[in-house]
């Protein structure tokens, strides 16, 4: 038997529009092998995230299998254990998918030289994103800082490269190296389980991907522009979760999303506009790959200065969906129990902790890591940052999202607030019954009060 070649999956559990699974499979006998290592995303993985994970292993592993690849789990610190998987296996080759994080960036590099030095042909691939991050800059050479010119920048390239195929099934090799069983991973909750709501929003099936890409693409994209802002209709595609486990990557819904365009006219509008929300998922990777301290430091400087309020009563009234403002407490709700928001309440929930609150956009950001399944370094930070007025390209400091108008404005059937606040009759705050935590006035005035306290020009890093 040929020595087998070793496919590192990290977040990219998919079988098609995978170069790093092409390329350990055109040489040979493949192996793959998934590593949980809590350092991956540069701190472990949130709960719902690890529920997440749990099911989207069990679904690759399963296609895997039918594709005669071993999956191989193991925990421990990832560089260590692929190197002592490589030594038990006699592999004489690794390949993986890149990872732009800085931390990722870092063990790669050193795991790539490990490698190299014991004699072990490495292989890194794209895919993650529709571009890498280094591709595209300004005319001058610079990285782009702003979403606008990088938009522009991307669709000046041209269309994104198209997605790979899946590989051809192989005979699976013989394999030394034992895996652990990912019941034993305790990935799942279970005193108590409070999965169930999880459970009822994504079911767990083979393919279920692919699945909602037709379905969005079919029923729902063609309104898209027009309905996305609405949490109160199934306007969007909901693939968060999928693009952020690689279970779909960026290529295939791009490539799939022109297809139907082609196909169906009258739905340009929305192909257009859901492209460009991609671009912003490549734009928040950009930041964080060109701004490798964003996690901890403000984009914008000044921000080191803002004064922030020390306040755990009031975040733990945020987490638990207790502001009395039934918008904030709508998509705490909803946050809690599907692992998943709205964008357009995001926005409105991140902005109430971080304006009227006052409170540090990291503890924000903090406690979406941990419930979220689509739970993104990248997306998660680039985010909280905008919405915190410190980041790039940030809104207006002025622009305080109104928690009364913007449900009313966003939720115009009441569907989204029968749903999630049952007990209010409206928007208005303390109609749930419960008492607001601060008025929308004062909390406005006092985050205006606190921006202008940063005196002088927005400056950006260079
Ligand atoms: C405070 C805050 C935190 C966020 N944290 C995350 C996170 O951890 N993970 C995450 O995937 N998204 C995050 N987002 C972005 C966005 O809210 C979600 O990607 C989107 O709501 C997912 O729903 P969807 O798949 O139906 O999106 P659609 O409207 O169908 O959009 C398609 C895809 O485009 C991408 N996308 C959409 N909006 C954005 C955006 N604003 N920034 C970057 N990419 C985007 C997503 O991959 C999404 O699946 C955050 C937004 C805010 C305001």
Same mark, same amino acid.
């Given at each position: ?42 701190? /472990?993985? !949130?709960? +719902? $995230?690890?529920?997440? %994970?749990?099911? @989207? =292993?069990?679904?690759? #592993?399963?296609?895997?299998? &039918? ?34 994080? /800085?931390? !990722?960036? +870092? $063990?790669?590099?050193? %795991?790539?030289? @490990? =490698?190299?030095?014991? #004699?072990?042909?490495?292989? &890194? ?34 269309? /994104?490269? !198209? ?300």
């Amino acid at each position: 038997m040929p020595a087998p070649a070793i496919v590192l999956f990290r977040r990219d559990l998919r079988i098609a529009d995978n170069a790093a699974l092409r390329a350990a499979i055109a040489t040979g006998p493949a192996v793959a092998l998934y590593v949980l290592d809590s350092a991956a995303d540069g701190r /472990p993985l !949130g709960g +719902a $995230a690890r529920w997440w %994970l749990h099911h @989207a =292993l069990a679904r690759i #592993g399963a296609q895997l299998r &039918d594709l005669g690849v071993p999956l191989i789990l193991r925990r421990g610190d990832q560089n260590t254990t692929v190197l002592d998987t490589a030594v038990e296996e006699q592999a004489d080759a690794v390949y993986w998918n890149r990872r732009y994080t /800085p931390w !990722g960036i +870092a $063990a790669d590099r050193a %795991l790539k030289a @490990a =490698l190299r030095a014991s #004699g072990t042909t490495v292989g &890194d691939f794209p895919g993650a994103y529709l571009r890498e991050p280094w591709d595209l800059t300004t005319k001058q050479g610079n990285w782009i800082k702003v979403f606008t010119p990088f938009y522009r920048a991307s669709l000046a390239m041209g269309e /994104p490269p !198209g997605p790979l195929q899946p590989p051809q099934p192989q005979l699976p090799p013989s394999v030394s190296t034992k895996s652990e069983a990912l019941a034993d991973w305790d990935l799942l909750p279970t005193k108590p389980d409070w999965a169930e709501g999880l459970r009822d929003t994504w079911p767990s099936e083979p393919g279920t991907a692919e699945a909602r890409l037709s379905t969005f693409l079919e029923g729902r994209v063609s309104g898209y522009s027009r309905d996305r802002d609405r949490p109160d209709l199934d306007a969007t595609s909901a693939l968060s979760p999928y693009f952020a486990f690689g279970e779909l990557s960026p290529r295939q819904a791009w490539h799939s999303a022109r297809q139907f365009q082609g196909t169906s006219p009258g739905s340009d509008q929305g192909i257009d506009s859901f492209l460009r929300q991609l671009v912003w998922r490549d734009f928040s990777a950009n930041l964080l790959y060109h701004f490798p301290d964003l996690g901890h430091r403000p984009f914008q400087e000044k921000f080191k200065r803002f004064p922030l309020s020390d306040d755990p009563s009031s975040l733990r009234a945020w987490q638990r969906g207790r502001t009395g403002y039934p918008w904030i407490d709508a998509g705490m709700r909803q946050l809690w129990v599907t692992g998943w928001i709205h964008n357009r309440v995001r926005m409105g929930v991140a902005s109430f902790l971080c304006k009227h609150l006052l409170l540090p956009w990291q503890s924000g950001e903090a406690w979406f890591w941990d419930t979220l399944v689509d739970a993104d370094p990248a997306q998660n930070i680039a985010n909280w940052q905008w919405v915190a007025g410190c980041g790039a390209d940030a809104a207006p400091y002025f622009r305080i999202f109104n928690p009364i108008t913007q449900g009313t404005r966003f939720d115009r059937t009441g569907n989204y607030l029968r749903r999630w606040q049952p007990s209010a009759a409206s928007y208005e705050p303390g109609s749930g019954g419960c008492q607001p935590i601060i008025g929308h006035k004062e909390g406005r005035e006092r985050a205006l009060a606190a921006f202008r306290s940063l005196a002088g020009r927005w400056e950006s890093p260079g």
